[in-house]
């Protein structure tokens, strides 16, 4: 793919421009984050936005179909779900392209083991910001509590919670910034121990092509080192909220700025 060449201005303005133009409350009408932000409990939160940003891949459109239907199985409280045990009942359907009911089992019984250790997931994640990984570290955290959750169990459902030493992790990434970020637009702002200066760019196929594109990223695997090198970018241009951007990189692949 044909990179070109954009002055640091010319990339800054584009940017903000396609920032401003997405982040905005119509966003929410298309886009997963609808799901958790139906809900007020902070727990019900945090168990919608796992799930939901779990089956984030594929078209849009089919994620929100995949989603509805996931939480018509967990009825009026996530939360409730999770903590009667309601995933027990689930059996081998499938919810979205390779998730199967299965997999959120295996993802809801780690949930439950969290919250009866910690009141909230956030927990999990800020308890390591003291280390170098920091959002690393807590990723690595969480998925630990889940298999650790799931030994009696096949452990093939874990491919759904990326491994951080393996992968770009973006779904954990996308649940982060939704859970963190606030700027009262689109993003939640639930957690307020972790600063948004501290989030890293959900990376996937689309976002690191655009990026590649406008001479943001060089690396040519998108794992995390492209994840460090993009979000550093991005950083320059905007220390403190470097994923609002985020937004932009995904306007500018809606738009079809390059054709």
Same mark, same amino acid.
């Given at each position: 793919m044909k990179e070109e060449i954009y002055s640091e201005e010319e990339i800054k303005e584009l940017l903000d421009t396609m920032a401003a133009r997405f982040n905005t409350p119509e966003f929410i009408e298309t886009d997963p984050i609808q799901f958790p932000r139906k809900y007020t409990l902070r727990q019900d939160i945090e168990v919608s936005a796992f799930l939901t940003a779990t089956i984030t891949w594929g078209k849009r459109s089919l994620i929100i179909k995949s989603a509805s239907r996931m939480h018509d199985i967990m009825g009026m409280s996530p939360y409730d779900y999770i903590m009667g045990k309601g995933y027990e009942k689930l059996a081998t359907a499938n919810i979205h392209r390779? %998730? %199967?009911?299965e997999d959120m089992a295996y993802i809801c019984r780690g949930l439950h083991a969290i919250y009866r250790q910690y009141e909230s997931c956030e927990l999990v994640f800020s308890s390591s910001l003291s280390t170098d990984d920091k959002i690393w570290e807590g990723i690595r955290r969480f998925r630990n509590l889940i298999r650790e959750a799931n030994q009696e169990y096949d452990a093939k459902s874990?491919?759904?919670?990326?491994?951080?030493d393996?992968?770009?992790?973006k779904r954990l990434h996308l649940v982060l910034k939704w859970l963190i970020r606030n700027d009262g637009i689109v993003d939640m702002g639930l957690w307020d121990k972790i600063p948004a200066s501290e989030l890293l760019i959900p990376l996937d196929v689309h976002v690191s092509n655009i990026s590649r594109q406008l001479g943001l990223l060089n690396r040519k695997q998108n794992d995390r080192k492209a994840v460090e090198e993009l979000t550093g970018k991005l950083k320059t241009f905007n220390e403190e909220d470097p994923t609002l951007y985020d937004f932009a990189l995904f306007g500018i692949g809606e738009s079809k700025f390059f054709k």
């Amino acid at each position: 793919m044909k990179e070109e060449i954009y002055s640091e201005e010319e990339i800054k303005e584009l940017l903000d421009t396609m920032a401003a133009r997405f982040n905005t409350p119509e966003f929410i009408e298309t886009d997963p984050i609808q799901f958790p932000r139906k809900y007020t409990l902070r727990q019900d939160i945090e168990v919608s936005a796992f799930l939901t940003a779990t089956i984030t891949w594929g078209k849009r459109s089919l994620i929100i179909k995949s989603a509805s239907r996931m939480h018509d199985i967990m009825g009026m409280s996530p939360y409730d779900y999770i903590m009667g045990k309601g995933y027990e009942k689930l059996a081998t359907a499938n919810i979205h392209r390779t %998730f %199967f009911e299965e997999d959120m089992a295996y993802i809801c019984r780690g949930l439950h083991a969290i919250y009866r250790q910690y009141e909230s997931c956030e927990l999990v994640f800020s308890s390591s910001l003291s280390t170098d990984d920091k959002i690393w570290e807590g990723i690595r955290r969480f998925r630990n509590l889940i298999r650790e959750a799931n030994q009696e169990y096949d452990a093939k459902s874990l491919k759904h919670i990326s491994n951080p030493d393996a992968s770009a992790c973006k779904r954990l990434h996308l649940v982060l910034k939704w859970l963190i970020r606030n700027d009262g637009i689109v993003d939640m702002g639930l957690w307020d121990k972790i600063p948004a200066s501290e989030l890293l760019i959900p990376l996937d196929v689309h976002v690191s092509n655009i990026s590649r594109q406008l001479g943001l990223l060089n690396r040519k695997q998108n794992d995390r080192k492209a994840v460090e090198e993009l979000t550093g970018k991005l950083k320059t241009f905007n220390e403190e909220d470097p994923t609002l951007y985020d937004f932009a990189l995904f306007g500018i692949g809606e738009s079809k700025f390059f054709k």
